[in-house]
């Protein structure tokens, strides 16, 4: 910050040294991807859906006649970001199958290449390196070596992926380049705020006009003309940056070369293989897609209700693994709906009967008057998501394992103090819910008084946790315990009863949510 300038000037010490450190980060990121001299690194946008954006600016499709004679053929476990940019292109979208290990189908692969290369179609080849879901990876060299023999473009989605493996934009072998790669760096250790990466290759800039023109794209512009700049990471990144976000863009991934991804490889192998150990064993616990094929540390699971017969609501169990042990999982279809349908076993047909449930009906009476729409996201199917980080020490992750298992097989029995919104599909306990309303802290709680930053909120914002994990386990025990006791009484004082224990309860809770000391409440 002492050095920081705007980079569209060079004429301070500051705005040259700016500028230099900018640079600095996109040449490491270069030399992080094996990138060439036909390689750009463009920074852009939010996250992957920003970078697939530019790139499909910067092809110039809209524009172009050869729109009409274009197919995109997307893997079978895409994100939205890499299948609703080509699907609203209006071109033929094809979804390519997995096997039943869960990997690429390159024999239904090839029959889509062969069929659209005849027809004399452009081709582009959209898929992920790895599921965002299950965290199966894919071969990317093979799958590009085929994609080039029939003529296409081979696109790849590294969002998920790539703060744990290699991204090699030329590997060894004639055919094996990628054409293009997008990834999120704000999922790297150390990622948060960085904007989208797109690294592509120069020939796939057709546009004669910058994506988004404005200042910093333009070599000069008179009353009457103006020229654009020639050089494309130039031109594609109009406007000031975000200057401190791209820098740290170039250091999370010299963080990462420095841990090394053989290094991360063999421990993600290890954590994988460490919670299959304890989750298979458990009745209510399945873990979708293949637990043989190569994957990373991602997992997606449902749990069953301990009749066997029904599924616990998957925002219900992430709230319990959040509120009770300070584990953040997501509960939905991580933006990977057709994917989760397939996981999830769910017919078209039965899936049109949920997606109504999702749709606004204007003229159905609620006798709701709160309500301000008819939806019911309570009715999404979905899963519960986690991944186990692979920088997290073995106390930490035995202790995330542990946790999923034990919320697994007795979180049914929590379902009596938690309130269910239909609307939202949100799930949260009576005492939270009812005096602290959807969060601890609001921005308005900021003041400047006297010249002074003044937080107004109640609740600290330290990180001073005088009790450890083994602790939290203990006491999620103790709760267990009484709590089944209390079931087993099936009276009128099931509810009372259990204030007794809602201290220790607001202890493991709300200490994890404030990061501070637990308060009793």
């Known amino acids: 910050m002492p050095f920081y300038g705007n980079t569209h000037t060079t004429t301070s010490i500051n705005s040259r040294q700016t500028t230099l450190f900018r640079d600095d980060a996109r040449n490491i990121i270069k030399e992080c991807v094996n990138a060439s001299n036909d390689d750009v690194v463009i920074f852009t946008g939010n996250g992957c859906t920003g970078a697939i954006h530019k790139l499909i600016g910067g092809l110039n499709l809209k524009n172009s006649p050869s729109l009409k004679k274009t197919v995109a053929i997307i893997g079978p476990y895409e994100h939205y970001s890499n299948m609703l940019p080509w699907m609203e292109l209006g071109v033929p979208i094809c979804r390519v199958k997995e096997t039943n290990h869960g990997l690429i189908d390159m024999d239904h692969l090839e029959q889509e290449l062969k069929k659209w290369s005849k027809k004399s179609f452009d081709i582009i080849v959209a898929f992920s390196a790895a599921s965002n879901v299950t965290g199966i990876v894919t071969d990317t060299e093979n799958v590009a070596k085929?994609?080039?023999?029939?003529?296409?473009?081979?696109?790849?989605?590294?969002?998920t992926s790539a703060p744990y493996v290699d991204i090699d934009m030329n590997p060894q072998g004639e055919t094996a380049y990628k054409d293009a790669v997008y990834l999120s760096p704000h999922k790297f250790v150390g990622g948060p705020g960085t904007p989208g990466l797109l690294i592509a290759k120069t020939k796939l800039f057709k546009n004669p006009v910058p994506d988004s023109v404005g200042g910093g794209t333009a070599l000069f512009v008179t009353r009457d003309t103006h020229l654009y700049l020639k050089d494309i990471e130039s031109r594609e990144e109009g406007g000031t940056p975000g200057i401190i976000e791209t820098i740290r863009a170039g250091l999370i991934f010299q963080l990462k070369r420095s841990v090394g991804t053989d290094n991360i490889g063999l421990r993600d192998e290890d954590l994988c293989s460490r919670a299959f150990k304890k989750w298979e064993k458990n009745k209510n616990l399945i873990i979708l897609g293949s637990h043989s094929s190569k994957r990373l540390p991602i997992f997606s699971f449902i749990v069953k209700h301990e009749d066997g017969k029904k599924l616990l609501h998957h925002n219900f169990v992430s709230a319990v693994l959040n509120d009770m042990y300070g584990i953040q999982a997501r509960g939905g279809c991580a933006c990977a709906g057709p994917y989760a349908i397939d996981l999830l076993g769910i017919s078209e047909e039965l899936f049109a009967k949920f997606s109504w449930f999702l749709k606004d009906h204007e003229d159905l009476e609620t006798?709701?008057?709160?309500?301000?729409?008819?939806?019911?996201?309570?009715?999404?199917?979905?899963?519960?998501?986690?991944?186990?980080?692979?920088?997290?020490?073995?106390?930490?992750?035995?202790?995330i394992i542990d946790a999923v298992d034990t919320v697994a097989t007795h979180a049914w029995k929590f379902l009596p103090y938690y309130n269910c919104n239909a609307h939202k599909g949100s799930w949260t306990h009576e005492k939270f819910s009812s005096q602290f309303g959807e969060a601890f802290f609001n921005l308005e709680d900021i003041a400047y008084e006297y010249g002074t930053f003044v937080n107004k909120n109640k609740y600290p914002t330290s990180l001073d946790i005088n009790y450890d994990l083994k602790d939290i386990a203990n006491?999620?025990?103790?709760?267990?315990?009484?709590?089944e006791k209390l079931l087993a009484m099936q009276d009128d004082t099931h509810k009372d009863n259990i204030e007794d224990h809602i201290p220790r309860i607001k202890r493991v809770c709300f200490g994890f949510l404030h990061l501070g000391k637990p308060h009793h409440i």
């Open 146 to 159: 085929l994609v080039h023999k029939y003529g296409g473009l081979s696109f790849w989605d590294y969002a």
């Open 475 to 483: 006491d999620m025990k103790i709760i267990i315990n009484s709590t």
């Open 367 to 399: 006798g709701c008057k709160k309500c301000e729409t008819t939806t019911l996201e309570i009715m999404r199917p979905g899963f519960v998501r986690l991944n186990l980080p692979y920088f997290y020490d073995d106390q930490t992750i035995d202790y």
